[in-house]
């Protein structure tokens, strides 16, 4: 896994930036009720995204929370006296504080299935009755775009997806949420060209290849024989899903 704290200062630029975060901010607010009044991003990162959420919606009163003291401090900057420094298994919060909860690429990252179910209780637990929880969902599927490059990178093996969203929705269901809802939204700028998809695999960034392992050379290989070796294939196309916490 990453170390958040140290790709903090560059993690924006190489996620696609303002217009990825423009695009997961307009499909988010379409899936909060217009009468909601406080909203908890949940592993906000560098709150570029909390932030388009705060600007979007006039009235909206936007708090952030990473594990990340690096990207906690990069939020900061962009949302002052509006992040907290938490774990999200552990939020530190009352009971129904909030009108809206967004996880917006966090469930993918956090590892086992039962720490997602620890996120998504107490995601439900801040949630006041009648408020509206939305999350991304397969993430990793969304970068399969049915490229060249992901025929190459076909071969190589799977983990089961923590975040699929037939598990996040059972999850939900066992936290008392039920669903209410679902959108997508385009990558901006993320679409892998395949001297980039090389470096990532040089990198270490395929966690089910080891760099310098037959598989992953063979792959390696493949890759730089493919056209146009610095053109983007299509952006990823990222889920969310929406649930709700039954009451008024």
Sequence with gaps: MLDYDQEAEAYDVSRGGE?????????????????????????????????????????????????????????????????????????????????????????????????VRAVLAECARVLRPGGVYVTTVDKAAAHDVGSDIDAVLAPRPRRPAVDAAQAVAAHAAACGLVPAGAAGFPGVGQGRSPRSTLADLRRGWFATLTPGDPLPERIAGRLAELPDQDLPRPDPMFSLRAFRKPGP
């Excluded at 217009?19 to 909601?36: F, K, N, S, T, Y």
């Excluded at 592993?43 to 009163?61: N, Y």
């Excluded at 909030?98 to 590892?111: K, M, P, Q, R, Y």
């Design 19 to 115: 217009p990825r975060a423009a695009a997961a901010a307009d499909a988010v607010l379409g899936l909060i009720p217009e009468d909601a009044h406080r909203l908890l991003d949940v592993g906000c990162g560098t709150g570029i995204v909390t932030r388009r959420l705060a600007a979007g919606r006039p009235g909206l009163r936007v708090t952030g929370v990473d594990l990340s003291y690096g990207m906690a401090r990069r939020a900061d900057a962009r949302l002052p006296r509006a992040v907290v420094l938490a774990d999200s298994r552990r939020l530190p919060f009352a009971d129904g504080t909030f009108d809206a909860v967004t996880g917006i690429w966090l469930l993918h990252l956090v590892g086992r299935p039962e720490d």
